[in-house]
């Protein structure tokens, strides 16, 4: 029986997001398992609408999950997307995660950032607490991915302290400020962040294919506590890159939360690494076309 995974991010009026978005599904599908088909929906803006994505998805199999390429927690993963799935799976938010931890530090460092700069993690924002929770448990895992200097974090809206806030604190200590940008595509908060005048400002996340280990563990994790294992849960997606391997082996380990308490491994909803990188089942070629599209994008960035 064919296995769904819907793939719902926020949705945005700038084309430019758009793309990259449509970019990132181009590299879930070519990692998929075998017999997993990837729905591309959003949750706000613009179709196809999430809510109409789940019902044609009904039509055809009960094995549906749904994946919210949103960051953080916040009320379109907690509200929305539980209402749009009517019973359905609904994984956590990507972050935090330490491979997003990595891109985000890659990111940074390709501005020309020193050590000794103060990193403004900048961030959406959201009404809900657990946002605030798993955007300072990012800074945490920055830290650990090779931040040397201070990881502030900051928001673009409904949280404080505000960017600009962070940013002119940063300076007020005398500090150069990089803004890393904790947004995954080109929109309205990519260009808040801009306009917030740290000295150095990295680009988005983008359709990195670093993601696919994040977005395929979110999946299997999700679907495995609804779902007996079968065949299907044997075929594993391929790794993103060397790299991201590495990251996953960090995700067994307790990460250090805000104020030095060590917490919970923050990286599933479960508290539990899955089977990502399991050799059983991988695509045929899979494999090679991702790590293809990781050289590109790394040259790229």
Do not use: N
Not at 34 to 57: I, K, M, S
Not at 249 to 271: C, K, L, M, Y
């Amino acid at each position: 029986m064919t296995a769904v995974l819907i793939a719902c991010a926020h949705g945005t009026r700038f084309e430019e997001g758009r793309v990259v978005v449509r970019e990132l599904l181009e590299v879930l599908r070519a990692t998929a398992p075998a017999g997993v088909e990837v729905h591309e929906a959003y949750v706000d803006v613009h179709g196809p609408y999430v809510t109409d994505v789940v019902a044609a998805a009904r039509e055809r199999t009960d094995d549906i999950v749904i994946v919210p390429l949103l960051l953080s927690t916040g009320y379109h993963t907690e509200v929305d997307l539980v209402e749009a799935a009517d019973g359905l799976p609904v994984a956590p938010a990507l972050g935090p995660h330490p491979v997003l931890a990595e891109i985000l530090v890659d990111r940074v460092q390709a501005t020309g950032a020193g050590p000794d700069d103060t990193v403004v993690l900048a961030a959406a924002g959201s009404t809900r607490p657990g946002a605030v929770v798993d955007v300072e448990r990012m800074a945490g895992l920055m830290r650990a991915a090779g931040i040397a200097g201070p990881v502030v974090t900051a928001y673009a809206a409904a949280s404080e302290p505000r960017i600009p806030d962070a940013v002119h604190a940063a300076r007020a200590e005398g500090r150069r400020t990089v803004a890393a940008s904790y947004v995954l595509a080109p929109g309205h908060f990519s260009r808040v962040i801009e306009k917030a005048e740290a000295d150095l400002t990295s680009a988005p996340i983008g359709a990195d294919p670093r993601l696919a280990t994040v977005v395929w563990e979110r999946w299997a994790a999700a679907r495995g506590a609804v779902r007996e294992p079968d065949a299907a849960d044997a075929a594993a997606p391929v790794e993103a890159s060397d790299r991201a391997v590495a990251s996953r082996a960090e995700v067994a380990a307790p990460v250090e939360a805000p104020g030095g308490a060590v917490g919970p491994d923050p990286s599933t909803g479960s508290g539990s690494s899955v089977g990502v990188g399991s050799s059983a089942g991988t695509p045929r070629g899979a494999r090679a076309r991702l790590l293809a599209l990781f050289s590109r994008a790394r040259r790229r960035a």
